[in-house]
């Protein structure tokens, strides 16, 4: 049952983090048409200081409530996931209140000074309001997410999307036309409306389902030093890593002024790879985004009675996902990317940039899965701490690359940053785990696949006229993965009997027998 639950919240979280990522997506093209690259630029700088203050807001809080409820349901103890709820939301309370306080109080130096344009202002003093709810929330949502009732978190999300694009609109309908400061603080109006009708939305279900338990409640400061000794560590981290990414932000487009563009034209440039190429490139994440959501409490659950089997297993399996996902989409970035960038955003020069950064999926994929792998195991300082030292080497490469190189400098510390926060997240993770890697099935046979699907779509499209670059790309890119998967099955990097038994390693109980390789596919290779 435990398998089929996870199975049906993966399928959940994939169908609302794709709509997520299209809404996201829409709303960017949206934002593009109606305030241009250079406004794209001005509301990324304004949000990588926001990103700052909500990390001081709420770092560390849906880790801790997930991994403390989940343990806590885990020994059919509600009352002290229960005391672990109660106490994360308080310290939600406390630091989010603080850090709305000092967004608010420092917003003229912040965008004067630190940011060099005073259109900034404005918007940071709105969407400081946004930051408490911001703290509640993320309580919330990690609650639902250990207890395995993912429909509500996910739902709560997809609220708050909406109600921030109508809030969106019809500011930019009245406030567009009176400047870039009014359309950036038009935006900012939409997430401090969709944050709050999120957490109200939230809370309700929250209180309709703690009633519906049986429970004495209980107080123990047990429950406190864990909240805290989970809470501070990862917020410290996070806090250092996250002014680390500020900087990064700041100095990008400070860098191409150096580099000889003018303001205008440095900010335009800064929002076409922040705002607009990296959503695309992180797009088809969607489902790996979901699954290591759902892995975080799974492992948890397995480390907290030393199901060491089930871990490694696990482990196992995602990062082959990872990878036979993560190289058809390389590919079609790579094949089809100048249609892509017509489609969304009526640029060639995006969909050119995205044919460039998509060697970059796979190394992001994987890091994607192995830093949530590595919280679930109880890592997730050291996961952290890869983080900040990726961010203090793309803070040094920026301010050295960029003023001399331009883009192309940008392009050089995002190759070097991503490979080395995957390569030592992935290095953690197998010290942490015993990960059997096959090199021939894991990496050669899908490159083989996925070079001969695209050659061969490539080949048979050639000469046909679509109706829009959509249509080209929708039709390409399916048949590419039609070839591709059907490959994979030819080849037997992957089998109908490896589908069939995935299932089984979510839950140790589901089996009689541990599922081991064929004899002609045992693993070649150690990590």
């Not at 300082?381 to 940008?410: E, K």
């Not at 070839?483 to 089998?495: D, N, P, S, W």
């Amino acid at each position: 049952m435990k398998a089929k639950l996870f199975l049906k919240n993966t399928v959940i979280l994939t169908v609302g983090s794709i709509i997520l990522r299209l809404i996201g997506v829409a709303f960017g093209a949206y934002l593009s048409r109606q305030i241009g690259a250079e406004g794209m630029g001005l509301y990324q700088l304004v949000f990588s200081v926001y990103n700052f203050a909500s990390t001081l807001a709420t770092s560390g809080i849906y880790l801790s409530v997930t991994r403390l409820v989940a343990e806590g349901i885990g020994r059919g103890s509600y009352a002290d996931a229960n005391d672990a709820m109660r106490k994360c939301m308080i310290y939600g309370v406390i630091v989010s209140t603080v850090a709305a306080s000092a967004l608010y109080g420092f917003s003229v130096p912040i965008g004067t000074k630190l940011l060099d344009d005073p259109r900034t202002v404005l918007s940071l003093r709105i969407l400081a309001c946004a930051l408490p709810f911001m703290a509640f929330s993320s309580s919330l949502r990690g609650y639902f997410f250990a207890i395995r009732n993912v429909v509500k978190s996910t739902s709560s999300q997809i609220l708050e999307q909406l109600i921030r694009m109508a809030v969106v609109s019809v500011g930019l309908t009245i406030l567009l036309p009176k400047g870039m400061t009014w359309a950036c603080a038009a935006i900012a109006l939409g997430s401090v409306g969709g944050e709050a009708l999120a957490f109200l939305y939230t809370l309700v279900l929250y209180l309709r389902d703690r009633r519906k338990r049986n429970f004495t409640p209980k107080r123990q400061k047990e429950t406190t030093r864990r909240v805290l000794a989970i809470t501070i560590p990862v917020a410290l981290s996070s806090y250092l890593r996250s002014a680390l990414v500020t900087i990064e932000n700041i100095l990008i487009p400070r860098g191409f002024k150096k580099y000889g563009a003018t303001g205008q034209s440095a900010l335009a440039q800064y929002g076409m790879m922040e705002a607009m190429v990296m959503p695309i490139l992180t797009f088809p994440s969607a489902f790996l985004t979901s699954f290591s959501s759902l892995l975080v409490p799974e492992l948890a659950e397995a480390a907290a009675v030393g199901n060491r089997r089930q871990i490694n297993r696990l482990a196992s399996r995602v990062m082959q996902l990872t990878l036979f996902f993560s190289l058809p989409i390389t590919a079609a970035f790579i094949a089809f990317g100048e249609d892509l960038g017509l489609a969304v955003y009526q640029s060639a020069e995006a969909g050119a940039m995205l044919r460039v950064l998509a060697p970059l999926v796979p190394m992001l994929y994987l890091d994607t899965v192995a830093d949530a792998m590595l919280k679930g195991l109880d890592e997730q300082v050291s996961s952290l701490r890869y983080s900040i030292i990726d961010s203090a080497i793309s803070v040094v490469l920026i301010y050295l690359l960029i003023p001399i190189y331009g883009v192309n400098g940008y392009i050089a510390v995002m190759f070097i940053s991503t490979f080395v926060n995957a390569a030592l997240s992935i290095n953690c993770l197998v010290r942490v785990t015993e990960i059997p890697f096959s090199l021939g099935d894991w990496v050669i046979k899908p490159i083989i696949a996925v070079t001969a699907s695209s050659i061969g779509v490539l080949y048979l499209v050639r000469g046909l006229t679509f109706s829009s670059h959509a249509m080209a790309v929708v039709v390409k890119a399916g048949l590419m993965l039609l070839c591709y998967f059907g490959l994979l099955l030819l080849t037997r990097a992957v089998t109908f009997r490896e589908i069939r038994d995935f299932r089984r390693i979510l839950h140790p109980k589901d089996q009689k027998s541990q599922i081991a390789p064929a004899p002609h596919r045992q693993a070649s290779h150690s990590l």
